[in-house]
């Protein structure tokens, strides 16, 4: 098979003597031996058989192996949630004493673990601006920099970061680099062919697609991915199998929902340009995205979240909310059905209006997750709500 697509589709846990064609899923908590040569050949690590789900689980392999292809990743682990997976990629390979540099603006969340939780534990951070240029990057490596945290598209102010030149930094300062690629998916962009080390995944966003349930994974490097493994197993962050063949299936789908939900994002884009009411509208597919011709070089759509900004400021935004008639208010993201948020009054209600200007949170920034509802219909109803607000 040429395409990762269809790699993707006939990877499978092995067939049971059952012959099932959908793959089962494997509810279990631990796995038998045949005899106590075999169970200590396991425990020793000396054979990779399933021992206990909290440590690998056939269904939730099944999902790492799929989101693996996708990634054109080496190795991968599976977590409870896209929060347990960026963690458990810090916690497994960042110490006392290092340095993480991650770009401003990241899902909030991670700004949480970044700046209050890991300088508990020693690790030190720093921020560098979405629009930084080679230099900035490079200046702000320390002699502890172990590792470099992306998000790109960012969330929620859709800046984009261009991959493969902060990874030429990683590299040439023999630093890890760990890319979230929740808001891209892998059909919209694989930052291992960038350069990256590491990719952490929120599967509950688009993976899923049709808020569900909660998942995350990491993919990348062989070596890596066996310490976050060693770390995970102890820890106890792992996907549950259910979940795990929920996503799993839905891995399935992902090329063609995200190729419907990036078509419908672009529409919406493109007809709001200009509107009366809003200043600006940002899509990094939209020539007018500052960061175009980045997006262009590493992405193969726009994705599926479009954001604008109201002229009428914090009231404006609250009123379009409560004017949408079909749009759901909702803090999830990746959906079916499209979903309204207004950053500056929710997720980011808590930061100072000055933390909000750094990461392009205006007071009228709307975010909308664009589902797979008929376009006209999305885009009837953010126009309703326009011109009530
Ligand atoms: C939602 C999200 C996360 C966290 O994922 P959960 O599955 O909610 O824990 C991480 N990064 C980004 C960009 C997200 O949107």
Redesign the pocket.
Known sequence: MKHNQSKLIRTRVPQTPQHEHSSPVFFTSSFTFDNAEDMRAAFADETDANIYSRFSNPTVQEFVDRLCVLENAEAGFATA????A?FGSFMALLKKGDHLLSCNSV?G??HTVVSKYLPKYGIDFSYVSANATAAEWEAAITPNTKMIYL?TPT?PGLEVIDIAMVSAIAKKHNVILNV?N??ATPIGQTPIDLGADLVVH????WIDGQGRV???AIVGRKDLIHDIYLFCRSTGPSLSPFNAWILSKSLETLEVRMERHCSNALYIAEKLQGHPKINFVKYPFLSTHPHNEIAKKQMKNGGGIVCFELNGGLNAGRSFLDNLQMLSLTAN?GDTRSIASHPASTTHAKLSEAERQAVGITPGLIRISVGLEHKEDILADIAQALEAC
């Open positions: 949630s896209g929060m347990s960026v899902f969340s991670t998000e969330n979230d929740c808001f929120s599967a509950t966003k909660l998942g995350g993201l």
